[in-house]
Every structure is written in structure tokens, then in C-alpha cells.
């Protein structure tokens, strides 16, 4: 099992910044990748970024120069820091963590989710 926390969410005025954390206890030595999804009322939930165990990134589209995901394996944590934030910025985002591992020949693959915290973008 893997348990998540998020933090740093809140109110920023448009072109504003936030970073916010994920913190994973529980088996954490089989996490393969580390990432932060949002969804915003009545939308689907949406990739943001992604990191993986070897520091691989990926990044949504939307977000490509102004938000970067970044970890510390020591505190076993995740970072998003989101600069020139806008309006449709705003949505509760979610850490997620991806598991992977065998046990018994068998291939497991599975997600954490976190509560979620909430980015407000508004003047």
C-alpha cells in the first residue's frame, strides 16, 4: 500500500505561482513513476506532469514552460511548481503514484491517489 499527501494548494492572482507537495509512505521502494493530475467541475480528470524513478518527465501541452515536476527521493516526495498560472489553471489536483512489481510470477501494476488540493487562479 501506498498512502499520498498533497499540500501548497490555495488563492493566487492570475500570473501567480504555487508548488505544491506529495508525500508517499507505505511501500515506496516499487514506485516506477510519480505524478500530478487535475480536474476542474464538470471535466474529466487530466494529466499534468509525470516523473518517473529515473527522473524521466512529461508534460501536458498546456503546462509546457511553465510548470515543472521535480522529486527528493530522500524525503520521498514530489513537486509541482506552477508559474504564470491562469484562470483556467484552477482545479483540484491530485498526486498520483504508479506501483509496479511481481510477486509469485505475478505482474502487478497498480495506482494511488491523493485527497486532491485545491488551485484557485483568480484576481
Known amino acids: 500500500q501506498v498512502q499520498l499527501v498533497e499540500s501548497g494548494g490555495g488563492l493566487v492572482q492570475p500570473g501567480g505561482s504555487l508548488r505544491l507537495s506529495c508525500a508517499a509512505t507505505?511501500?515506496?521502494?516499487?514506485?516506477?513513476?510519480m505524478g500530478w493530475y487535475r480536474q476542474a467541475p464538470g471535466k474529466q480528470r487530466e494529466l499534468v506532469a509525470g516523473?518517473?524513478?529515473?527522473?524521466?518527465?512529461n508534460y501536458a501541452d498546456f503546462v509546457k514552460g511553465r510548470f515543472t515536476i521535480s522529486r527528493d527521493n530522500a524525503k520521498n516526495t514530489v513537486y509541482l511548481q506552477m508559474n504564470s498560472l491562469k484562470p483556467e489553471d484552477t482545479a483540484v489536483y491530485y498526486c498520483?503514484?504508479?506501483?509496479?512489481?511481481?510477486?509469485?510470477?505475478?505482474?502487478?501494476?497498480?495506482?494511488?491517489w491523493g485527497q486532491g488540493t485545491q488551485v484557485t487562479v483568480s484576481s
Open positions: 516523473i518517473t524513478s529515473g527522473g524521466s518527465t
Open positions: 498520483n503514484a504508479d506501483r509496479i512489481w511481481t510477486s509469485g510470477g505475478t505482474y502487478y501494476d497498480r495506482d494511488y
Open positions: 507505505g511501500n515506496i521502494l516499487s514506485i516506477y513513476a
